[in-house]
């Protein structure tokens, strides 16, 4: 026998032990302001992965700023300004370590949709108008985070998401179309239109344009797929081949502005070129808005929060878990919340996470949020500084960049794996899709929000109802039309595989009533709940009428199998003490054997 003997000397409890109320304290410190979780912790290791990814980020940021802002019809620079600020309020507040905030596709998108009725793209009135829907949009994710509200863009369901996020995709993809040919056009009051203004304006096609628009996309294309394996079949590093990689978007834009420069293309063949941009830090700015024009941006503005909202949160997640850290959606919403409003008080317009920029954030080594303060901190420099040497930047290769960084979205395969395992979720896309297009933006998100909405509430309204039986000789039951199974003629086991609501009550109470009818022998009728998560006051009712419906008919009701929140619902309510304890089963096997007078080796 071998015994451990107690050591010499002993640490005092305390030391021993944790003191949790520190910890505790600590916690709540950490969960409002999610950077005394990670900055104490910080090391000289993880320095060099943060220096790297804020220079390989703000390589890609810089060129995309500019191109999403020319997207949604504003001045370049507002593009610049709103990423330097939200970046430092996020990297304070925000609960992911490599989510990378700024200017995105989508957003960008919407936001010119909204404020293109109400003023001229790129006018005053304009700009300010885009800034008060920052602040818009900050201020919604704020209060949504300190209430808990999270949970509501679960209503945005995936179907809905991939069928606007390739009609948006595709909208902007052809709404640049005419920075790449070098054309103008009106703008379309339907996204569908673009097609048709496009075909009348081919004739006029900018040849010089097209080929540097061509140019652009082929330079970006190579970057994007060829150049990384490229670099690491002849050596390279994998850090360095990433960030080397990822520079085509700063690549594409420094060809293009030399050629155009060295050639003067701009006057020697009317290349747009994006001309004077403002040098300096950002100014302080209040943006307002007209009392008629606040629905409309209210509207728009919650559009602008699901949607960023879903795209951030989806991506920060994902990345989250490849290293085990956790991100608070409701922390989320409060910093990217506070973000907006900065960005509205900085020149800027509403940002999220972005997608691909949070990818490359991680790839390229981001281990806490400086490295979005370093990109920020070029950006300011670039922003100071650098301004000067934008002017050749032809509209073309913007246009280029904007084309590649969507046409990723665009997911052709889903429709087809839709169909194939869930008709209904296929016709929410389908749905949505075609109502991006033919309504808009703002209003097709709500189609497809209201069509998932229906389509829940029509399967559910119809839950699946199996008659069971015994599996073989075991305690295990299952639909009888699915396996081979042994029943009881004096008993009706049936499993409801859904939630007792509202909506679905009348229906359940009509298909056991059906079923009893269809088994003239029957004298119990068993309800198996191993399906029934959640029971409403409507559903107690109903189950009330069924039993005293039962009770005529000469059957007897019981439970069984059921969940412990559902069983502590119906004592609250009252139907278990009305229904008798003797007639609820803790499982379906021990009422078969209960109900059949038969041992439990039935």
């Not at 305690?475 to 009888?480: C, K, L, M, Q, T």
């Not at 008993?491 to 009550?505: C, G, H, K, M, P």
């Amino acid at each position: 026998m071998v015994t451990s003997k107690p050591s010499q000397k002993s640490e005092p409890l305390s030391a021993a032990w944790t003191d949790h109320s520190e910890l505790a304290s600590g916690w709540r410190i950490a969960s409002f302001l999610p950077i005394f979780e990670w900055l104490p912790r910080y090391g000289r290791a993880d320095i060099a992965g943060d220096l790297m990814a804020a220079a390989v980020v703000a390589i890609m940021l810089v060129p995309q700023s500019m191109a999403y802002a020319m997207l949604a019809g504003l001045p370049l620079q507002v593009g610049l300004y709103a990423s330097i600020l939200p970046l430092l309020l996020y990297a304070l507040l925000g609960s992911s370590r490599v989510l990378a905030v700024g200017p995105v596709a989508m957003v960008s998108l919407i936001t010119a949709s909204v404020l293109a009725p109400l003023a001229t793209a790129g006018a005053a009135d304009y700009v300010n108008l885009a800034l008060f829907l920052a602040l818009l949009v900050g201020l919604l994710q704020v209060v949504m985070g300190i209430a808990r509200l999270g949970f509501l863009v679960n209503f945005l369901s995936h179907p809905v998401i991939s069928g606007f996020t390739s009609a948006a995709a595709l909208v902007i993809g052809f709404g640049q179309a005419k920075h790449l040919l070098g054309i103008a056009l009106d703008r379309p009051e339907r996204p569908y239109q673009v097609f048709m203004e496009l075909a009348r304006g081919l004739s006029a096609t900018n040849v010089v344009t097209l080929g540097l628009g061509a140019g652009s996309i082929g330079i970006l294309l190579f970057f994007q797929f060829g150049l990384k394996d490229l670099l690491q079949r002849v050596g390279v590093a994998k850090p360095l081949a990433i960030a080397v990689a990822k520079s085509g978007p700063l690549v594409a834009v420094l060809v293009a502005t030399l050629l155009v420069g060295i050639m003067e293309l701009n006057k020697e063949a009317n290349v747009k070129v994006v001309g004077e941009i403002p040098t300096g830090l950002p100014p302080l700015s209040w943006p307002t808005a007209a009392w008629d024009q606040l629905g409309t941006l209210f509207k728009a503005a919650l559009v602008v929060v699901f949607v960023g909202y879903m795209e951030s949160i989806a991506i920060s997640q994902t990345l989250a878990s490849r290293r085990r850290q956790k991100v608070d959606a409701n922390q989320e919403l409060i910093a990217l919340g506070v973000a907006n409003v900065g960005a509205s008080f900085t020149g800027g317009y509403p940002v999220t996470g972005g997608f691909s920029r949070s990818v490359v954030n991680f790839e390229a080594g981001a281990k806490t949020p400086l490295a979005s303060v370093g990109t920020a901190t070029l950006v300011a420099l670039t922003v100071a500084f650098l301004t000067p040497m934008f002017y050749y930047i032809p509209h073309a290769v913007l246009a280029a960049v904007i084309v590649v960084a969507v046409a990723s979205l665009v997911d052709w395969r889903m429709p087809f794996r839709l169909w194939r395992s869930n008709k209904a979720d296929a016709f929410a896309l389908v749905v949505t899709f075609v109502a991006v297009f033919a309504l808009g933006i703002e209003i097709g998100v709500l189609v497809g929000m209201g069509t998932s909405l229906g389509l829940f509430l029509w399967r559910t309204s119809r839950p699946h109802i199996a008659v069971v039986g015994r599996l073989g000789n075991s305690e295990s039951f299952r639909n009888v039309q699915r396996r081979e199974v042994t029943t009881h003629p004096a008993v009706l086991a049936i499993r409801v595989d859904e939630s007792l609501y509202f909506a679905n009550t009348k229906y359940l109470e009509d298909a056991l009533l059906d079923k009893v009818a269809e088994h003239p022998a029957v004298e119990h009728l068993l309800l198996v709940g191993s399906g029934i998560n959640y029971v409403d006051a409507s559903a107690v009712e109903t189950l009330r009428e069924l039993i005293a419906r039962l009770q005529d008919a000469g059957v007897a009701f019981h439970l069984a199998d059921v969940k412990g929140p559902v069983l502590d619902q119906l004592h609250r309510a009252g139907l278990i003490g009305e229904l008798g304890e003797d007639h609820v089963f803790l499982s379906t096997h021990e009422a078969m054997a209960a109900l059949t007078n038969k041992p439990p080796t039935w």
